[in-house]
C-alpha cells in the first residue's frame, strides 16, 4: 500500500543505483580537490571523470568475492578507468565515501519530505481559514466542555506542522555533512583543507571533526525531528477520527463513492486512512530507539549502524512522505458538517456555558467558591431534568439575586466563545 503511493522521485533516492551514483560523484569531487590541490593534473581528472562508469550487477558480482561492497565498487569502476586508477580512492577509507554520499540521500529526501509537508500546511491554513468562525463543540476527557471554533482546531494544527516543518529544516542541516578524514579522522593521508574542496563541490559542509564516521547524534536528531512530525499527524488523524464516530458525525475523511467499508457491513464507512497514519506514527517512534543505538560504536567505528541504518533511513523518509501526502489528501477533500456541529452544541441544553455563568458571578462579587457551587447545582439539577440551563438559570432565586435577564442571555451568547479568533489568526500569520 504504502508503494502505491510512495512517489517515484523517493524511490529513486533509496536505489542502489543512486548509491552508488552519489560514491561515484564523492570519488570525483575528491580528485578534483587534489586537482586543486595541485597534486594530479586537471587532465588526469577529466580523463577519470569521463570514463567513470558502474554497474550494479557486476559490483554485486565481485562482492560475492570480496565480501566488501565499497571495493566491489572501486573495483568495478577502476575497470572503466584502466591505468588511471591510482588515482581512484586515493587516500580515503570506504566511510569517507558512505557517509558522505549519504548525506546527499538525505538531503534529497528530506527536500521529498518537506515538500510533502507544505502541501500538509497548504491545506490546513486553507481550513483554517474556511472555518475561521465556524462554532464546534470543544471537548475534554472526551467530554463536551466549551464552545470553540473549528478553524482554531485547524490553526492549532497548522502551527504545529509549521513547528515540524522548521524542526526538520534545522535537522536536515544538521546532517548535511560531508567527511573525508581518513581511516580515523585525522587526515593522515588527506588534508582539511581537500575535506573542505571536496565537500563544497558537493554541497556539503565539512564535519567539524570525525572519526572514522560521522558522529551519530546528527541522524538521532533528524530521525527524532521525523519521528515527532509523524506524532503531529497521528494526533490531526485522532482528531478526524473522533469527529467522525457515529456518535458525533462532524468531520469526516473523504470516501468515493465505489468505495466499500466492510465486507460485512455494507453501511461502514470507516476512517481508515486516518488510522493508517497513526499506525505508521508508531513505526517511525520505533525508529528512533535505533538511532539512538547507533551513537555509541565501538572507539572509532565499527558497522554495527551501517545495517540498521540501510533500513532505518529510507524507511523512515519514505514513510512520512507517504503519511504527509495521505494526511493533504485527507484535508483537501473533508467533510464538514456544520449542522451536525451545531446541533451537538444543543446536546446539554446549555450546560455548556457554565463556565462562563460562573465567571459572570465571581465579576459580581459572589466568591469563586460559593459561585462554583451555586452554578454546579443548578447544571446537574438542569440536565437531570432535560430542561434548558438557562431556564433553569432564570428560576433561581439564588443567582438571579446577582444577575439581571440581560446578563444572563450575555452568558448564553456563543459569540462570546470566538471573539479572540482574529487576534489569534494575526498572531499565527494566518
Not at 562508469?53 to 578507468?81: G, L, P, T, Y
Not at 570525525?210 to 521525523?226: D, G, I, N, P
Not at 446536546?347 to 459561585?371: Q, W, Y
Amino acid at each position: 500500500m504504502i508503494e502505491r503511493y510512495t512517489s517515484d522521485r523517493m524511490k529513486e533516492v533509496w536505489s542502489r543505483q543512486s548509491r552508488y551514483s552519489h560514491w561515484l560523484e564523492v570519488e570525483l569531487a575528491v580528485i578534483r580537490a587534489w586537482c586543486e590541490l595541485g597534486v594530479v593534473d586537471v587532465g588526469i581528472y577529466d580523463e577519470i571523470k569521463k570514463r567513470a562508469n558502474f554497474e550494479v550487477e557486476r559490483i554485486d558480482e565481485i562482492e560475492k568475492s570480496v565480501n566488501h561492497e565499497v571495493v566491489a565498487f572501486i573495483q568495478n569502476v577502476e575497470e572503466h578507468i584502466g591505468e588511471l586508477s591510482r588515482y581512484f580512492h586515493f587516500g580515503l577509507t570506504s566511510s569517507d565515501i558512505m557517509d558522505t554520499a549519504l548525506a546527499l540521500q538525505l538531503k534529497e529526501a528530506m527536500d521529498l519530505v518537506l515538500s510533502a509537508c507544505e502541501g500538509v500546511l497548504g491545506a490546513l491554513r486553507k481550513l483554517a481559514i474556511k472555518y475561521k468562525k465556524t462554532v464546534v463543540m470543544g471537548r475534554t476527557h472526551g467530554i463536551h466542555a466549551e464552545p470553540t471554533s473549528f478553524g482554531l482546531k485547524m490553526a492549532l494544527f497548522y502551527n504545529d506542522m509549521k513547528c515540524d516543518y522548521d524542526r526538520l529544516r534545522r535537522a536536515t542541516d544538521g546532517i548535511s555533512y560531508g567527511k573525508i578524514s581518513g581511516a580515523v579522522g585525522n587526515y593522515a593521508h588527506i588534508s582539511p583543507k581537500l575535506e573542505g574542496l571536496a565537500c563544497s563541490y558537493l554541497g556539503l559542509k565539512p564535519a567539524p571533526i570525525s572519526s572514522q564516521v560521522v558522529s551519530r547524534e546528527r541522524f538521532a536528531e533528524l530521525m527524532t525531528s521525523m519521528a515527532i512530525t509523524g506524532a503531529t499527524l497521528e494526533k490531526i488523524a485522532v482528531e478526524i477520527r473522533l469527529l467522525q464516530r457515529t456518535e458525533v458525525g462532524e468531520v469526516f475523511e473523504p470516501f468515493y463513492r465505489s468505495q466499500k467499508g466492510s465486507s460485512a457491513m455494507p453501511h461502514k464507512k470507516n476512517p481508515v486512512l486516518c488510522e493508517r497514519v497513526c499506525g505508521l506514527a508508531r513505526l517511525l517512534r520505533s525508529y528512533v530507539l535505533a538511532s539512538f543505538e547507533n551513537i555509541a560504536l565501538w572507539h572509532e567505528r565499527d558497522i554495527s549502524h551501517s545495517s540498521v541504518e540501510r533500513v532505518i533511513l529510507p524507511d523512515s523518509t519514505t514513510l512520512l512522505e507517504y503519511m504527509l501526502g495521505r494526511m493533504a489528501y485527507i484535508l483537501e477533500n473533508i467533510t464538514v458538517d456544520e449542522k451536525r456541529m451545531e446541533e451537538n452544541i444543543l446536546i446539554t441544553k446549555g450546560a455548556v456555558f457554565s463556565g462562563g455563568l460562573l465567571h459572570k458571578l465571581v465579576m459580581k462579587g459572589v466568591p469563586r467558591g460559593e459561585a462554583h457551587n451555586l452554578v454546579q447545582l443548578v447544571s446537574f439539577r438542569a440536565m437531570d431534568v432535560g430542561r434548558e440551563l438557562k431556564e433553569e438559570v432564570l428560576s433561581d432565586g439564588k443567582i438571579m439575586s446577582h444577575l439581571t435577564e440581560d446578563e444572563v442571555e450575555e452568558v448564553f451568547d456563543i459569540s462570546w466563545y470566538i471573539r479572540w479568533v482574529d487576534d489569534i489568526y494575526e498572531r499565527l500569520g494566518i
